[in-house]
């Protein structure tokens, strides 16, 4: 039976500038191609899932402009349940600006209308979250959506997957709530108020709960309790790492009932597929490729 997953987060219109390297402040340079994409860390999760095999509904928010419409429609043909994104009047529908350089990003979110998802939002998707295996959330929305979603896997007894990126300071009460954290080493920090040097395995054990510690091409290290271990990522030449920690996520929800340490090494292998190719989307693998990826 397919695994059925709510996905709770921001969706994005992605404006991807290619350049020979970042700019320094104040320059202008010439860049290599320039592509609108779907995105949005939310969107982008419900997207990969759905791929891999997953029933998959998204809960967020888009405003009433054509990118608005641009990206219902290219999530409803990905095959995502829309019946709890909202179309918000007066708001545009978010954007990312990212410009790629030598397989690196940089990214700045307008989150525009997925700043008007709500805590009413999600008691109105109550129900299809009682149903869910798993319910995946990341910080583009609101801090209260994102209580509000942990409160609710919480008490309706549905793990949640927190995603803290871009991360922010969260209530340590909320932060306990989540069944597993996904931070890199920097948004670990931020989320326990830690500096970012700290030895990332005492900051692992210093978590209010289980954690996968994603390290780019370092791969993954996970714990629920005692000592960390160790997955290491898969060897592929980088186009666009955009959306990599996106497909991780996704993947590690649909194959959670696999256990921790396959559902980490299976979302190395996504990621892995995913940075492949330029945009977030464009590269998520289909459960097939994933397979065939990982027999060789
Ligand atoms: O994680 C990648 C995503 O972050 C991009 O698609 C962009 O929209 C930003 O939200």
């Known amino acids: 039976m397919n ?42 999760q419900a997207v990969a899932a759905v791929r891999l095999g ?10 009433r402009d054509s990118f608005g419409d ?24 978010g954007t990312a600006s990212i410009t790629v350089a030598g397989g690196e990003n940089q990214i700045v979110v307008v989150p525009a209308a997925n700043a008007g998802v709500t805590p009413a939002h999600l008691e109105a998707a109550r129900d299809m979250v009682a149903r869910a295996d798993v319910v995946l959330v990341q910080m583009e929305i609101p801090l209260e959506a994102i209580d509000a979603t942990l409160r609710l896997g919480h008490r309706l007894g549905v793990p949640v997957i927190l995603n803290p990126a871009p991360a922010r300071p969260l209530p340590p009460a909320s932060l306990a709530l989540a069944r597993y954290i996904t931070p890199n080493q920097h948004e670990l920090a931020v989320l326990l108020g830690a500096s970012p040097d700290e030895d990332f395995r005492a900051l692992m054990r210093r978590a209010p709960g289980p954690v996968v510690l994603t390290r780019g091409s370092e791969g993954a290290w996970y714990r629920e309790q005692g000592e960390p271990a160790h997955q290491a990522s898969f060897a592929v030449d980088v186009v666009d790492s955009t959306g990599a920690g996106d497909t991780f996520n996704a993947a590690l929800a649909v194959f959670l009932h696999e256990g921790l340490p396959q ?11 995913a940075v492949t190719r330029l945009g977030a989307q464009q590269g998520m693998p289909r459960a097939r490729e994933l397979d065939a990826f990982l027999a060789r």
């Open 54 to 63: 997953a029933e998959v509904a998204l809960v967020g928010a888009l405003g």
């Open 70 to 93: 641009q990206l219902h429609a290219g999530l409803r043909e990905e095959g995502v349940d829309l019946t709890h994104v909202h179309r918000l009047a007066d708001q545009a529908s």
């Open 263 to 273: 559902a980490v090494r299976k979302a190395c292998a996504a990621a892995a597929l």
């Open 3 to 44: 695994r059925r997953i709510v996905v709770v987060g921001s969706i994005n219109m992605d404006l991807v500038t290619q350049a020979p390297r970042f700019p320094a402040p104040g320059e202008t340079l010439l860049g290599d191609g320039f592509v609108t994409v779907a995105g949005g860390k939310g969107a982008n």
